[in-house]
Structures are given as C-alpha cells and as structure tokens.
C-alpha cells in the first residue's frame, strides 16, 4: 500500500515539473522576439456585427471602415469642414447639380490594384442602385461617371448643400463585381482590400479584430503598426484591462468608474461629444393615441421646461460629467447648435412656471394639489415612460416627479424596454418619455424627424416624430434649408427652425451626453478630438487619431518600440509565471487530497 | 417501446418549437425599425429585409414560414444577414469546450464530494463540505465572477481580464494552448465551483437514502469491509439521480454559461443569446433556443434508454 502511494506521487511530481517547464519557460522566449510591431490596442464595448457596409449598423462597424475606406473628401479633425480626401480638387456647374472631382495621381488599393476614377462610380451607382442603407443617405439622389481615370462626374437630381461634401465610403470595384447582388447580403467583407491609413488582417469573431498599416494610403504615414480593437462584454472587465494595461484606450467608462479612473496619474479620461443629447418628449398630440389634452398646448409643454432643474440633473444623474441642454441637437459639430437668448434659455423657476399655467387657466378647482384643465375637469396626470435599461432614466424620473408636483402636474412612472418603447410612442399612447439621439454631421436628418410627415399615422410603418408634433413653420423652414446651397443662408434657417423648436418646446433637452474615454498617458499621446476641444478621440466619424499618436514622451516613434514591446513582455512574464505558481500549487493539492484519500482509506481498511 | 420514447422527444421538440416561436413574438417589435432607426429605407428595401428575416404576413404565416424553412434544415438569417447555422457553429467549439470541461469536473467532484458526505452524514467531512459547496451554490455567478476577476485580474493581476487570448499574444502550440487555459482559469472556476453543489447535494441525498436499505446491513453482515459497501453495493445504487442531473446538464452545456460567458468576455453561444436578445434577432434566438432544446432533449432521451443498463429495476418485459 505504502509503496503504491509513493510511485503515485512521483509520476504526480513529474507531471507538474513537465506543466511547469511548459507554461513558465518558454512562451517569454519567443514574445520578446517576434512583437516588435508597435501595436495601438483599443478595448471596445461592442463586438462587429457586420463588416459588410450593406449589412453593419454599429459605431465599431464604422470605426473598422473609417480606417479602411478613404472617402473622396475628407473631414477636418477641427469643425468636420471639407477637406481633400482620394480627390484633390473639385468644381461644379452654376446650378451647383454638377460636380466634377479630381482624383490624386496614383492612388493604390491596399492589394496594389491601381483606385481610379472607374472605383468611384462603380460604388456610388451600384449602392443607389441596390439602395445600400449605409450608403444612399448621401448617394440616394446621385449619378456618378468616370470621364478619365482620374476624373468623376457627379450629377445630383435635387440641390444638395451637402455637396461638394462626399464622404461615401468607396469600394474597390476588383473586389465587388464579381460578388453579385444575392451574395452580397450574406458578404463577410473581411477582403481587407482598403485605400485608407489600415486594413483589415484579422478578424476573430466575437475576440478582437486587428488592422495594419497601410502603405499604399495616399496620406502620412501613421507612426502605429498595427490597430487592435478586442470585446469586453463585461463594462468593469474593460476598466480593468485598460488599468492592468491590457489595452491602450477604451471606448467608453461607466460612470461609477470615471473617478477611480481619474486619480490613475497614467490615464488620461476625455469627455467628448459629438452632438448626443437625452431629452424629455412630450405628446404635443398631432399624431394617434390619447395623449393628455393639456400638452397640445405650448404654454403647458414650456412650463414643464421651466419647472426642470438641469443643473441639478448634470450634477447628480450624470456626476458632473455633460452639459445641460440648450434646445435640439441636430448635427455631431456645434457649429450648428441653437443659440438662446439668455433671458429666454429655460432654467429652474417654478414659480415661472406656475404663474404661465395660472394665467393659461390651468386651475386646481378641487384643491387635491393637481391642477385640471380650463373647464374644471380633467386633472394634469401625466404617464411618463422610461427605459428600464437605463439607470440614468430611473434617476431623471425621480426628479422629475417632484419636480412637476411643484407645478401641479401629477407623474405616474412606467419603465419598459426600449423596444416596447418604440411602440407605445407608434401608438402614441404617452404624455412624456425619456430617450435621446445621436445626430449625423449635417443636420438635415435630425431636423426631418419632426417634420409632420414623420408622425406615425399608421403604428406599422412607424415615424421618426416621436414628440407627435406637427408645425407649419417649421415644416416650411426644413424644405427650404434642405435645398438652399448658400452655407450661411442655410445655417440662419435651421437657426430659424431650432428657435421654433425651443419655443414651441415638444421636447425638453435634459443635457447633451458625451462620450467619456480613457486611454494610457504613460504609453501614449498626440490624440485628435473631433470636433477640436468639444470631441472624443476615438469613434469620431474620420481617423485622425490612429493617424496621428506616437508613443508617449517622443516624436520619434521608433526608437521606443523595443521598450513599449518589453513593458508588453513583463505582463506577459507575469502571467506565466503565476500560471506556474497556479500549476504548482494545484498539483500540490492534487498531491495532498491523494495522499489523505490513502490514508483515509488505509484507516477505512483496518476497520 | 424506445420507439415510444423516441416519438415522445420529437413531439416535446415539435412544442418547443411553437413555444419558442410565439413566445419571443408577445412583446411586438419591429427588428427591421430598431436595427435600421435613423436610416433612410425605402418601402421596396424594407419589404426586402422582412422577407429575408421572415417578417411578413401575419404571425401565423411567419409560422407557417419558419417550419418550412426548418424542414429544409434552415435555420434562416440573423438581422446582419449571416445563416443563423454558421453564427451558431462559430460559436459552439468555444461554448462545448468551456462549459462541457468543466461539466464533467464539476460532476466527478461533486458526487464524490456527495458519496462521502451521504456515507457519513452530519461528519466534519459532510459539515464542511456541504456548507462550502451550498454557499457557491447560492451565490449568483455574476457575483461570483466579478468577485473573482476584481479579486485576481483586477487587484493581483494574476489572470486576463477576459476573452479566450490575448490578441497580441505572439504564442504557438503548446504555448498558444497554455494561454486560452490561462484565459479559462476564471471563468471555469465560477463554473465549477458554482455548481458543485448541484452534483454533490443531490449525490449526497441519495446516499443517504440507499445507506438505510436492508441489503447493505446484508452486505456487512457478509463481513466485507466498509469501503467495499459503499463502493460496490451503495453507490451504484445511488447513482441514478445524479445520471439524470448530468444529461440535463450536459443538455444545458450547449446552451452555455450565459452569466459566466457575459462576465469573461468568452464569444460563446451563451454571449450570442444575450446579443441576439437585444435585436431582438428572431431567427437567431429561435435557433440557439432550438439547439439548446434539441440537445436537452436529446440528452435526456439517452439517459432514459441508458437508465436499464444502470438500474435492472427499470428494466420492462
């Protein structure tokens, strides 16, 4: 029996040597040696849908085509103006519905196909053509014609401001005609065949994907290697790797992090918009349902706006980190946001807005507290919906109950999901919900949701107007914004529109929501923000960080590689060894439970 | 007779088919306008889209539609448009080799753990195991793993954060394989740890109830030693329960660690249910919900046909 035991243990011993050489020695070996890439690794929040530019709807759908795809013009990391992208210059006709782009000399894809003329009106035909959804917000009304290899012709059908600007992703057309319409649904678009600063190498799914330099990309080229993006599922696991160091930047910190964050001297946090904002909608009662009567009218919408405190709401609901809001927000650069008056910018004054509600007739007649409508009847109860996802909206509604009781409005919380949410507000059997956008660069889109024609009529074919509020002023104002070709005639009337919106108030805009990133100071710097001051740095609709970082403390990327590669390779040694040490201490409780199953059942044998 | 059985399981998947279908319909959505919001989608386009993701007509038609397209072996498309078949098949190996590993660790431990602890019962042994293993047990997953990775990635960085590798990782081989058991570490250990307690709890009732039946005294009387009691004439008795929990649970691996998977990153099928919830991506649910019951099923059928081998009581002429 003795003896047994003795050999068992032995060949234990031999087995965790042989685990201990293995894990221990020799994976550091052959890390040192190989990664002298200087790679940028971004832990993200979100994992690729779809790299497929008909099918993918994410941000980081886009982050991996911002870096691959160059478009024909590019957006100024500064205020997102026009500037030369795969055409160097450009001229239109006297009508402005004819523009003819001239190409750099030269240009290769990625794969060293020559990018020509013929790839710029391959992409925008085809996407009009087959109605790619990512695509046709800018294509949608367009023709496209290469004249020469380095010239296209661009015929719009209807004036578009927007224009010269065209910053449709372009595809290479070696790659796309011999994928046909049917198989380009099911697409994996992981070709890596790109003209802009990194394509696509890899791609595991649901892991990470990764993106190398391009040396084919007709601009400087960016001190980086290699770009990274991994998935984290789990929002403190993504703090973590970025404090442990796993990765350079993340793409988002939760807000209970921020300050532990923040008193980490080698991170470096940044709040950045690019135009999201949450608001409190009203059912201005335009559209179908049983919204309260009360809330058609104005003066009852602006005095829910005077009876909110949004510093308030900043300060606790968001800890300091967003801007309380000033109006609608329709594009990623404030260039474009309202400017209030200050007298009449909506602040907390509850006293204000009772005394518009009395004057307007509203009366508590039945002294319970709630006021009801001019002819007595009819008290203020208002059903407000929220998500119950998120925590910031729980958060809002507390405040906004007591907050409206002060006015003499009753309000009866509902949290449901996003999803049903759509579809209370389709039925338009609401009084007020919690939710926010995300504009796109030009404000045209943000601005047509609430038009009229977007008020849902029919629950099945839903609207964007989800305040159900109709105006013939404003509608007016959107057709001639959306046509006018003079930039500065155009910003005065969406100027017009915001104001009219503001008054007229079938929303209450809590704060703008900013994008609060983290990345490593000790490791990196030479961060853009997009737009300049206001911006975030990654995720910003263009590359100019990846462009732009080298490694922290120098101007001279190269020469730090080896030593950010051999900080990588500590990390590295200390995983394994602990891997060891974890091995070891396993096989030593291995060893011990055999030798007290022996001896337990030596004892057992004598009974 | 196993023929019955058979028809038995393929009737339960057939409900299950219809449950699953209409159940993640109550809540009405329209995936075409939560995937697309803020887009510019004409009619023609939108009407393309329901077709592919089998959204037309009423919600029997969809119905209808869906079981056509299961008997041809479809499973249909996820809302970015890749057969719901090959999300599932990338994801599953992860999946099968990280929860069904630590299946089997966590069943051969526990019912050992149970076998001692119901062959003495109210022992230190059984005291101190039992309460250990009831305290994992009831402690949520989620929990557990954010203690462990706060605890051992974050405070001590000792293992990763999450993920199967480090995409920077360089490694080959062996090395390469040491690494995704360096990823595993944690997460297997809210797995195993977490639901020793299951195996062993059960284990532990069943010893507990066999250790009181006349031929084990028999067995004594016959003068053989302790150890061979429990080894030859009250576990295998004992066993039965714990045979049904593991084909259960070995069902349930398909499924995997939905928690466990979140928390650590892990892109398994457990990650993909909670990724398709969100679209909510029909199709996609529809069939990891579909293999999740095939595989319960299925394993529950085998353990049935297997249950006379193990127990002649149950044999029928």
Same mark, same amino acid.
């Not at chain 1, 014609?145 to 992703?169: F, H, K, N, Q």
């Not at chain 1, 961060?527 to 990654?538: C, E, H, K, S």
């Not at chain 2, 719901?84 to 526990?110: C, F, Q």
């Given at each position: 029996?003795?003896?047994?035991?003795?050999?068992?243990?032995?060949?234990?011993?031999?087995?965790?040597?042989?685990?201990?050489?293995?894990?221990?020695?020799?994976?550091?070996?052959?890390?040192?040696?190989?990664?002298?890439?200087?790679?940028?690794?971004?832990?993200?929040?979100?994992?690729?849908?779809?790299?497929?530019?008909?099918?993918?709807?994410?941000?980081?759908?886009?982050?991996?085509?911002?870096?691959?795809?160059?478009?024909?013009?590019?957006?100024?990391?500064?205020?997102?103006?026009?500037?030369?992208?795969?055409?160097?210059?450009?001229?239109?006709?006297?009508?402005?519905?004819?523009?003819?782009?001239?190409?750099?000399?030269?240009?290769?894809?990625?794969?060293?196909?020559?990018?020509?003329?013929?790839?710029?009106?391959?992409?925008?035909?085809?996407?009009?053509?087959?109605?790619?959804?990512?695509?046709?917000?800018?294509?949608?009304?367009?023709?496209?014609?290469?004249?020469?290899?380095?010239?296209?012709?661009?015929?719009?059908?209807?004036?578009?401001?927007?224009?010269?600007?065209?910053?449709?992703?372009?595809?290479?057309?070696?790659?796309?005609?011999?994928?046909?319409?049917?198989?380009?649904?099911?697409?994996?678009?992981?070709?890596?065949?790109?003209?802009?600063?990194?394509?696509?190498?890899?791609?595991?799914?649901?892991?990470?994907?990764?993106?190398?330099?391009?040396?084919?990309?007709?601009?400087?080229?960016?001190?980086?290697?290699?770009?990274?993006?991994?998935?984290?599922?789990?929002?403190?696991?993504?703090?973590?790797?970025?404090?442990?160091?796993?990765?350079?930047?993340?793409?988002?910190?939760?807000?209970?992090?921020?300050?532990?964050?923040?008193?980490?001297?080698?991170?470096?946090?940044?709040?950045?918009?690019?135009?999201?904002?949450?608001?409190?909608?009203?059912?201005?009662?335009?559209?179908?349902?049983?919204?309260?009567?009360?809330?058609?009218?104005?003066?009852?919408?602006?005095?829910?706006?005077?009876?909110?405190?949004?510093?308030?709401?900043?300060?606790?609901?968001?800890?300091?980190?967003?801007?309380?809001?000033?109006?609608?927000?329709?594009?990623?650069?404030?260039?474009?946001?309202?400017?209030?008056?200050?007298?009449?910018?909506?602040?907390?004054?509850?006293?204000?807005?009772?005394?518009?509600?009395?004057?307007?007739?509203?009366?508590?007649?039945?002294?319970?507290?709630?006021?009801?409508?001019?002819?007595?009847?009819?008290?203020?109860?208002?059903?407000?919906?929220?998500?119950?996802?998120?925590?910031?909206?729980?958060?809002?509604?507390?405040?906004?109950?007591?907050?409206?009781?002060?006015?003499?409005?009753?309000?009866?919380?509902?949290?449901?999901?996003?999803?049903?949410?759509?579809?209370?507000?389709?039925?338009?059997?609401?009084?007020?919900?919690?939710?926010?956008?995300?504009?796109?660069?030009?404000?045209?889109?943000?601005?047509?949701?609430?038009?009229?024609?977007?008020?849902?009529?029919?629950?099945?074919?839903?609207?964007?107007?989800?305040?159900?509020?109709?105006?013939?002023?404003?509608?007016?104002?959107?057709?001639?914004?959306?046509?006018?070709?003079?930039?500065?005639?155009?910003?005065?009337?969406?100027?017009?529109?915001?104001?009219?919106?503001?008054?007229?108030?079938?929303?209450?805009?809590?704060?703008?929501?900013?994008?609060?990133?983290?990345?490593?100071?000790?490791?990196?710097?030479?961060?853009?923000?997009?737009?300049?001051?206001?911006?975030?740095?990654?995720?910003?609709?263009?590359?100019?960080?990846?462009?732009?970082?080298?490694?922290?403390?120098?101007?001279?990327?190269?020469?730090?590689?080896?030593?950010?590669?051999?900080?990588?390779?500590?990390?590295?040694?200390?995983?394994?060894?602990?891997?060891?040490?974890?091995?070891?201490?396993?096989?030593?409780?291995?060893?011990?439970?055999?030798?007290?199953?022996?001896?337990?059942?030596?004892?057992?044998?004598?009974? | 007779?196993?023929?019955?059985?058979?028809?038995?399981?393929?009737?339960?998947?057939?409900?299950?088919?219809?449950?699953?279908?209409?159940?993640?319909?109550?809540?009405?959505?329209?995936?075409?306008?939560?995937?697309?919001?803020?887009?510019?989608?004409?009619?023609?386009?939108?009407?393309?889209?329901?077709?592919?993701?089998?959204?037309?007509?009423?919600?029997?038609?969809?119905?209808?539609?869906?079981?056509?397209?299961?008997?041809?072996?479809?499973?249909?498309?996820?809302?970015?448009?890749?057969?719901?078949?090959?999300?599932?098949?990338?994801?599953?190996?992860?999946? !099968?080799? &990280?929860? /069904? +590993?630590?299946?089997?660790?966590?069943?051969?431990?526990?019912?050992? %753990?149970?076998? $001692? #602890?119901?062959?003495?019962?109210?022992?230190?042994?059984?005291?101190?195991?039992?309460?250990?293993?009831?305290?994992?047990?009831?402690?949520?997953?989620?929990?557990?793993?954010?203690?462990?990775?706060?605890?051992?990635?974050?405070?001590?960085?000792?293992?990763?954060?999450?993920?199967?590798?480090?995409?920077?990782?360089?490694?080959?081989?062996?090395?390469?394989?040491?690494?995704?058991?360096?990823? !595993?570490? &944690?997460? /297997? +250990?809210?797995?195993?740890?977490?639901?020793?307690?299951?195996?062993? %709890?059960?284990? $532990? #009732?069943?010893?507990?109830?066999?250790?009181?039946?006349?031929?084990?005294?028999?067995?004594?009387?016959?003068?053989?030693?302790?150890?061979?009691?429990?080894?030859?004439?009250?576990?295998?008795?004992?066993?039965?329960?714990?045979?049904?929990?593991?084909?259960?649970?070995?069902?349930?691996?398909?499924?995997?660690?939905?928690?466990?998977?979140?928390?650590?990153?892990?892109?398994?099928?457990?990650?993909?249910?909670?990724?398709?919830?969100?679209?909510?991506?029909?199709?996609?649910?529809?069939?990891?919900?579909?293999?999740?019951?095939?595989?319960?099923?299925?394993?529950?059928?085998?353990?049935?046909?297997?249950?006379?081998?193990?127990?002649?009581?149950?044999?029928?002429?």
């Amino acid at each position: 029996m003795a003896r047994k035991a003795t050999r068992s243990i032995a060949a234990t011993l031999a087995i965790a040597a042989g685990l201990m050489l293995a894990s221990g020695v020799t994976p550091t070996a052959d890390a040192r040696t190989e990664d002298e890439k200087l790679t940028f690794t971004v832990g993200v929040s979100q994992e690729i849908d779809s790299l497929n530019l008909t099918n993918g709807y994410l941000v980081v759908d886009y982050e991996v085509w911002n870096l691959q795809y160059a478009t024909l013009t590019d957006k100024s990391d500064n205020d997102f103006s026009i500037k030369p992208g795969l055409a160097e210059t450009w001229e239109s006709t006297a009508d402005g519905l004819t523009w003819t782009y001239h190409l750099r000399e030269g240009l290769l894809w990625s794969d060293g196909e020559p990018l020509t003329a013929e790839d710029v009106a391959y992409t925008i035909n085809r996407s009009v053509e087959e109605e790619w959804f990512n695509h046709t917000s800018i294509t949608g009304n367009l023709t496209a014609t290469a004249l020469d290899a380095t010239t296209v012709e661009i015929v719009t059908s209807a004036p578009d401001p927007r224009l010269p600007m065209m910053d449709a992703y372009i595809l290479p057309k070696h790659v796309y005609e011999n994928i046909d319409t049917e198989a380009l649904t099911t697409y994996a678009a992981e070709d890596g065949v790109g003209s802009g600063p990194f394509t696509l190498t890899e791609h595991e799914p649901g892991q990470y994907w990764k993106l190398a330099r391009n040396e084919n990309w007709y601009g400087e080229a960016p001190a980086v290697d290699e770009v990274v993006f991994r998935y984290f599922a789990e929002a403190d696991a993504l703090v973590t790797s970025l404090e442990r160091g796993e990765v350079d930047a993340i793409d988002s910190v939760p807000g209970e992090q921020v300050e532990t964050l923040a008193a980490n001297e080698n991170i470096e946090i940044v709040q950045g918009n690019q135009g999201g904002f949450n608001e409190l909608a009203m059912n201005a009662g335009d559209g179908l349902g049983d919204g309260h009567a009360a809330l058609k009218d104005a003066v009852v919408r602006q005095a829910v706006n005077w009876a909110i405190d949004r510093e308030v709401l900043v300060a606790d609901v968001l800890d300091g980190y967003g801007t309380p809001g000033a109006g609608l927000v329709t594009s990623a650069s404030p260039a474009w946001d309202l400017v209030v008056p200050e007298d009449e910018t909506y602040s907390y004054n509850p006293d204000r807005a009772n005394d518009m509600l009395d004057g307007a007739g509203y009366a508590d007649v039945d002294g319970d507290g709630i006021r009801e409508m001019p002819e007595g009847t009819n008290p203020l109860k208002f059903r407000l919906n929220i998500r119950s996802d998120s925590e910031n909206d729980k958060a809002v509604a507390e405040f906004v109950v007591p907050w409206l009781k002060a006015i003499g409005i009753e309000v009866n919380v509902k949290a449901v999901d996003s999803d049903q949410l759509t579809t209370i507000i389709g039925l338009g059997e609401y009084e007020m919900f919690t939710w926010g956008w995300v504009p796109f660069v030009d404000p045209d889109p943000e601005l047509s949701y609430f038009t009229c024609g977007q008020i849902t009529m029919d629950p099945d074919s839903p609207g964007y107007n989800d305040g159900n509020w109709c105006n013939a002023e404003y509608d007016a104002l959107y057709e001639q914004q959306h046509v006018e070709l003079d930039a500065d005639r155009r910003m005065e009337l969406v100027q017009e529109m915001l104001m009219v919106f503001y008054t007229e108030a079938p929303y209450a805009v809590l704060w703008k929501t900013d994008d609060i990133m983290a990345y490593r100071s000790d490791r990196w710097e030479g961060f853009v923000r997009q737009p300049a001051d206001t911006g975030p740095i990654l995720f910003t609709n263009s590359s100019h960080s990846y462009q732009n970082i080298v490694p922290a403390g120098t101007s001279e990327p190269t020469e730090t590689t080896e030593a950010d590669t051999a900080g990588n390779g500590e990390t590295d040694d200390e995983g394994n060894l602990l891997v060891t040490v974890g091995a070891a201490v396993l096989v030593l409780l291995i060893i011990g439970g055999i030798i007290f199953l022996k001896f337990n059942k030596g004892q057992a044998d004598r009974e | 007779m196993i023929v019955r059985k058979i028809g038995v399981a393929i009737g339960t998947l057939f409900v299950v088919v219809t449950a699953n279908f209409f159940l993640f319909r109550v809540v009405q959505t329209d995936p075409v306008a939560a995937v697309y919001r803020g887009r510019n989608l004409s009619e023609a386009k939108k009407a393309e889209l329901e077709e592919r993701f089998n959204l037309n007509g009423s919600k029997l038609d969809q119905y209808v539609g869906y079981l056509e397209q299961l008997s041809h072996g479809n499973l249909g498309y996820t809302l970015n448009s890749q057969p719901v078949s090959s999300e599932i098949a990338e994801k599953l190996p992860t999946t !099968l080799k &990280l929860v /069904g +590993t630590t299946t089997i660790l966590t069943a051969v431990i526990g019912i050992w %753990l149970g076998i $001692r #602890a119901g062959w003495r019962p109210r022992s230190k042994f059984d005291r101190i195991t039992t309460g250990i293993t009831m305290f994992f047990y009831s402690t949520s997953d989620a929990f557990f793993g954010l203690a462990l990775l706060y605890l051992f990635a974050s405070k001590n960085p000792w293992f990763p954060t999450g993920g199967l590798i480090d995409p920077n990782s360089t490694a080959t081989g062996l090395n390469r394989i040491l690494e995704q058991f360096h990823h !595993l570490v &944690l997460p /297997g +250990t809210v797995l195993v740890i977490g639901y020793l307690g299951q195996y062993s %709890l059960v284990q $532990r #009732a069943a010893m507990l109830e066999t250790s009181g039946e006349d031929y084990l005294t028999l067995a004594r009387a016959k003068g053989l030693r302790d150890s061979l009691v429990r080894r030859r004439h009250a576990v295998p008795n004992a066993l039965l329960p714990s045979i049904t929990l593991i084909a259960l649970n070995v069902g349930y691996t398909i499924g995997g660690a939905i928690i466990v998977e979140t928390t650590f990153s892990i892109p398994g099928i457990g990650s993909e249910l909670v990724r398709a919830a969100k679209g909510p991506d029909y199709a996609l649910l529809q069939g990891i919900f579909l293999l999740i019951s095939a595989a319960v099923i299925a394993a529950t059928l085998i353990a049935d046909l297997l249950y006379p081998r193990f127990d002649p009581r149950v044999r029928t002429p």
